[in-house]
Nanobody, 124 residues
Framework: QVQLVESGGGLVQAGGSLRLSCAAS????????MGWFRQAPGKEREFVAA????????DYAESVKGRFTISRDNAKNTVYLQMISLKPEDTAVYYC?????????????????WGQGTQVTVSS
């Protein structure tokens, strides 16, 4: 089991940027595919981005393509989500998650370990 802690959320105006971090402990992150999900009030948790264990493969939800970038530093046991051109509809609690190596996973049920989440609020 790996413990995950997200940070970097906050309040930002539309068009602004934030970088989320997800620090892991307990096990090395290179053993996992990593994903970012988000959940807005009254909505289901949705896939945002994922990255393979090596960092060579990434994928994104259509709603964030071209604006968000997922990356990882296995030496620092940390995963990042760089977000630019933020929109009010990006407002949500953002969670990082760890899943088994072998592909890119899009469903939250495919991930075994989760952080506590960090709030991102984008004002118009």
């Amino acid at each position: 089991q790996v413990q995950l802690v997200e940070s970097g959320g906050g309040l930002v105006q539309a068009g602004g940027s934030l970088r989320l971090s997800c620090a892991a402990s307990g096990r090395t992150l290179s053993s996992y595919v990593m994903g970012w999900f988000r959940q807005a009030p009254g909505k289901e948790r949705e896939f945002v981005a994922a990255i393979s264990w090596s960092g060579l493969s990434t994928d994104y939800a259509e709603s964030v393509k071209g604006r968000f970038t997922i990356s990882r530093d296995n030496a620092k046991n940390t995963v990042y989500l760089q977000m630019i051109s933020l929109k009010p509809e990006d407002t949500a609690v953002y969670y990082c998650a760890a899943g088994p190596v072998g592909g890119i996973w899009y469903r939250w049920s495919e991930y075994s370990d989760w952080g506590q989440g960090t709030q991102v609020t984008v004002s118009s």
